[in-house]
């Protein structure tokens, strides 16, 4: 699959840091609710994330996505899960019919969230999870005010925390707990010498531009650099509710 500049895919040495971000997301919600479960990826993307839920032991996964060309890819690409093309305010799901959904880095892009939401709600079973993951405006975006427009050309509105859980909440969520993905020391250790590497990266421009030292640095970059802990000041937000 071609680099949209927003959507990350496995396997490209630049792309290491963003996709590790969302890999060790998938795993840490794939290892604590996916194992028997009937599991739902909204805005599965590339794919690869039914990949970790099915690995954790879930039942079954199947991926919505709206580009068709990432459908196609990733039907031939993850054989064991199914995959289908629609819009994530409008899930051709039945109600009530799932156990676990995921949708990692998609609420950012959404222009109508309380209806992306409530349709994730509908198709899960009573006391099925939710897990939304999306970066953490006061830390990616610093200075963004709420409901501001984003300088990311492909964000409609980022969140802080506090957003996060009442979008979830105000949709019926029950016991909505916040939790956040953190750089580990490696990457601290780097930021301390060279500055944030988000803004590295994007004041770099083109990856073949970036300077040999941060070059480096990112393709090295694996899940092993990030670590989950508490919401404060985390690189990305991560909600967990229940129905």
């Known amino acids: ?31 604590r609710y996916a194992r ?11 794919g690869f994330g039914t990949r970790l839920l099915l690995a954790a032991g879930a039942q079954s996964v199947f991926g919505i996505e709206l580009d068709q060309a990432a ?9 064991h899960s199914s995959f289908l093309r629609a819009n994530v305010v409008a899930l051709p799901i039945a109600t009530q019919s799932t156990d676990l959904v995921v949708s990692l880095q998609v609420i950012e892009h959404i222009w109508d969230v309380p209806t992306y939401v409530g349709e994730m709600r509908r198709i899960l079973r009573s006391s099925g ?6 970066p953490n405006r006061p830390v990616f975006s610093p200075g963004l005010e709420r ?11 980022e969140f802080d925390e506090e957003q996060v859980k009442l979008q979830l909440s105000d949709c019926g969520f029950k016991n909505v707990t916040m939790r956040g993905l953190h750089h580990g020391a490696r990457i601290i250790d780097w930021e301390n010498i060279n500055g944030p590497i988000v803004a590295a990266m994007i004041t770099a421009g083109a990856t073949d531009s ?8 990112v393709t090295t970059i694996t899940a092993n650099d990030f670590h989950i802990g508490d919401a404060t000041a985390a690189q990305d937000l991560i909600a967990v509710g229940i129905k």
């Open 129 to 134: 999870k939710l897990v939304v993951s999306t």
């Open 36 to 46: 028997e479960q009937i599991c739902g990826d909204i805005g599965s993307g590339e």
């Open 210 to 217: 970036w300077p040999s030292s941060l070059h480096e640095f």
């Open 1 to 31: 699959m071609d680099l949209t500049g927003e959507r990350t895919i496995p396997g490209v040495p630049t792309e290491s840091y963003w996709f590790a971000r969302h890999e060790v997301v998938y795993r840490w919600a794939a290892e």
């Open 71 to 79: 459908v196609s890819h990733s039907a031939i690409k993850y054989p």
């Open 147 to 157: 409901k501001s427009p984003p300088l990311n050309p492909f964000h409609v509105e």
